[in-house]
């Protein structure tokens, strides 16, 4: 408890192709394991690890994190999955303007393909969580997801004045094991989430566009160039995108989400 993680630049070369000390991905750069209270992370650098930031509630609950201007950047793992932040069960969860970018694959490493279980940012349940003015770029497969096995596994989130952009899609709200659409329901106040999107036809861009649904732990996404919805896996393109454009999808923002100068 009352730990401060701050400016650090940790970084694993073994992991790293283009170092001279490179073997193969590595194992975790931060990791917290059990029970804990008042946890900053600020102004870090965290990369190249087989997952970068790691967190378990095994002997207890972890409450009141603060995650606030790390940069996240270029996990995989060629034999076992790999997050670029997963968190389980977390209370009082702030992430705040970060960025979180080519998280879970690489692109000429054998074994380290993007996967649909790995993503940028994977929260599992968690109480008081609240995503704000971050950039989630080119994760394998979900920018944000959120994962849940029980009817109330998450409750009181807010995700606003987010960027993301290239992930297999932008958020996912489903279930990891057990029957589908455990959780999902209408979202009362002050369950939101407003998301501001720009969609990249590169191949693999498919981003969520700002209504998101669940369809028995898939995702439904509107894509953000024509309109149309479709529930597939992750990894997938709209047939639209034929041509190298780049297009942006943004709702009006609220007063009170507006992005800091």
Same mark, same amino acid.
Request: hydrophobic share 35%; proline share 4%.
């Given at each position: 408890s009352?730990?401060?993680?701050?400016?650090?630049?940790i970084?694993?070369d073994?992991?790293?192709?283009?170092?001279?000390n #490179?073997?193969?991905s590595?194992? $975790?750069g931060?990791y917290v394991?059990?029970?804990?209270?008042?946890?900053?992370?600020?102004?870090?650098k965290v990369s190249?690890?087989g *997952?970068?930031?790691?967190?378990m509630d095994r *002997? @207890?609950?972890i409450?009141?994190?603060? #995650?606030?201007?790390? !940069?996240?950047?270029d996990?995989? @793992?060629?034999?076992?999955?790999?997050?670029g +932040?997963? !968190?389980?069960?977390p209370?009082?969860?702030?992430?705040?303007d970060?960025?979180?970018?080519?998280?879970?694959?690489?692109d000429?490493?054998?074994?380290a393909?993007? /996967?649909v #279980?790995?993503?940028n940012?994977?929260?599992k349940?968690?109480?008081?969580?609240?995503i704000?003015n971050?950039i989630? &770029?080119?994760?394998?497969a979900? @920018?944000?997801k959120?994962?849940?096995?029980?009817t109330s596994?998450f409750?009181? #989130?807010?995700?606003?004045?987010? +960027?993301f952009f290239?992930n @297999?899609?932008g !958020?996912?709200?489903n279930?990891?094991?057990g &029957?589908?659409?455990?959780?999902w329901q209408?979202?009362p106040?002050p369950?939101q989430?407003t998301?501001y $999107?720009?969609?990249v036809s590169?191949?693999?861009?498919f981003? /969520?566009?700002p209504?998101?649904?669940?369809?028995?732990?898939r995702?439904a996404? &509107?894509?953000?160039?024509?309109?149309?919805v479709?529930?597939?896996?992750?990894?997938?393109?709209?047939?639209?995108?034929?041509t190298?454009s780049?297009? &942006?999808?943004?709702?009006?923002?609220?007063?009170?989400?507006?992005?800091?100068?």
């Amino acid at each position: 408890s009352h730990l401060a993680v701050v400016g650090l630049d940790i970084y694993s070369d073994i992991s790293d192709p283009n170092s001279p000390n #490179f073997v193969d991905s590595g194992t $975790t750069g931060i990791y917290v394991l059990g029970s804990g209270d008042d946890l900053l992370f600020e102004d870090n650098k965290v990369s190249f690890f087989g *997952s970068n930031i790691s967190m378990m509630d095994r *002997s @207890g609950p972890i409450n009141n994190i603060q #995650f606030r201007r790390n !940069i996240v950047a270029d996990s995989y @793992g060629t034999a076992s999955h790999s997050q670029g +932040l997963f !968190i389980r069960h977390p209370h009082q969860l702030l992430i705040e303007d970060n960025v979180f970018s080519h998280n879970g694959w690489h692109d000429t490493i054998a074994g380290a393909e993007a /996967t649909v #279980f790995n993503h940028n940012v994977y929260l599992k349940e968690g109480v008081d969580v609240t995503i704000r003015n971050n950039i989630f &770029a080119r994760g394998s497969a979900l @920018g944000v997801k959120l994962s849940s096995d029980t009817t109330s596994g998450f409750h009181n #989130f807010i995700i606003e004045n987010n +960027l993301f952009f290239e992930n @297999g899609h932008g !958020i996912g709200l489903n279930h990891s094991s057990g &029957a589908a659409n455990l959780w999902w329901q209408p979202l009362p106040a002050p369950e939101q989430i407003t998301t501001y $999107t720009v969609e990249v036809s590169d191949g693999r861009s498919f981003t /969520t566009s700002p209504t998101i649904t669940s369809d028995g732990g898939r995702i439904a996404a &509107a894509c953000a160039r024509c309109g149309s919805v479709r529930s597939e896996p992750v990894m997938t393109r709209c047939d639209c995108i034929v041509t190298a454009s780049t297009t &942006a999808a943004e709702t009006p923002r609220p007063a009170s989400s507006q992005a800091r100068a």
